[in-house]
């Protein structure tokens, strides 16, 4: 469940110093950020007229397999995720799931709650998480006050948007296992921005999650990845990838013939050698 603690922003003041205390006691650890590390988190530059605000945002912690909040549950507060990995998803009213996107470091969750002021979508946590409350009352009082801050928020969830559209536009164009192949491209892509390596990461995500998002079966999911491993662009064990030849992933249309599979090169009608990540695209 949604945790309880309070989800207020304060000015930074003498009784404010004394609850944090408090709450440090409950976590080891900063348990609130200010708006330039809020900013930073969210990849924006902190508003100029802010920069005398002292404001502090909440931190609040989830366990593995907690729900942030529920579809329906009244809206009041953006979430940005500050660590862990999370999903977002919608529910049918038979119990199916429809994952709509992986939140990680750095973006915003609880958008789609604006609009109708409750949310339309459900955010589970598939890692422990530290997330930062935004609530949303407080926001649009800044935003007034201060439009620079509203316009780069506004900015914030459009590019939330865009990402969103990116994967509608991939779904409809995109071969099965190219859907695979962007998506651990992207992936990669994304622990490196969070200052991971993008060569060896875990998938926090069950295969069955990555098909759910990808519009793909569990089976396709997990035939594909074992197909990459078979050619070698790839390494697989469990939950963990080796990204071999990204270039290869990023041009990927469809896999070959099976029985084509793990030859290093081919040759073409002038005798040239092909290198396999070429043949991989141009089929």
Request: glycine share 8%; with cysteine.
């Amino acid at each position: 469940m949604l945790s309880t603690q309070t989800t207020e922003i304060r000015p930074a003041t003498t009784t404010l110093q004394s609850s944090s205390m408090e709450a440090g006691r409950q976590r080891q650890g900063r348990l609130w950020s200010n708006l330039k590390e809020v900013c930073d988190l969210l990849h924006i530059p902190a508003a100029n007229s802010l920069a005398n605000e002292e404001l502090l945002f909440q931190h609040v912690q989830f366990k593995t397999g907690q729900r942030i909040h529920t579809i329906g549950q009244p809206f009041d507060t953006l979430y940005i995720v500050n660590s862990g990995f999370l999903k977002t998803v919608l529910i049918d009213e038979y119990g199916n799931e429809q994952v709509l996107s992986f939140p990680m470091k750095g973006d915003m969750l609880g958008v789609d709650g604006i609009h109708t002021r409750h949310y339309s979508s459900e955010a589970v946590a598939l890692s422990d998480c530290d997330l930062i409350l935004l609530p949303f009352k407080k926001l649009t009082t800044l935003g007034r006050i201060h439009p620079e801050l509203e316009n780069m928020m506004y900015g914030v969830m459009s590019r939330e948007l865009v990402r969103e559209q990116s994967m509608i536009g991939m779904l409809g164009a995109l071969s099965a296992e190219a859907r695979v192949a962007r998506f651990l491209v992207a992936l990669a892509e994304r622990f490196a921005q969070m200052g991971y390596s993008s060569k060896l990461f875990n998938l926090r995500m069950t295969r069955h999650e990555i098909g759910s998002y990808l519009g793909l079966t569990l089976e396709t999911v997990s035939r594909t990845l074992s197909a990459f491993n078979e050619i070698g662009m790839i390494s697989v064990d469990q939950r963990t990838i080796g990204i071999k030849d990204p270039e290869a992933l990023k041009t990927l249309r469809r896999l070959p013939p099976s029985r084509t599979r793990g030859r290093p090169a081919s040759r073409s009608k002038r005798g040239d050698t092909v290198p396999s990540g070429q043949l991989l695209a141009a089929l």
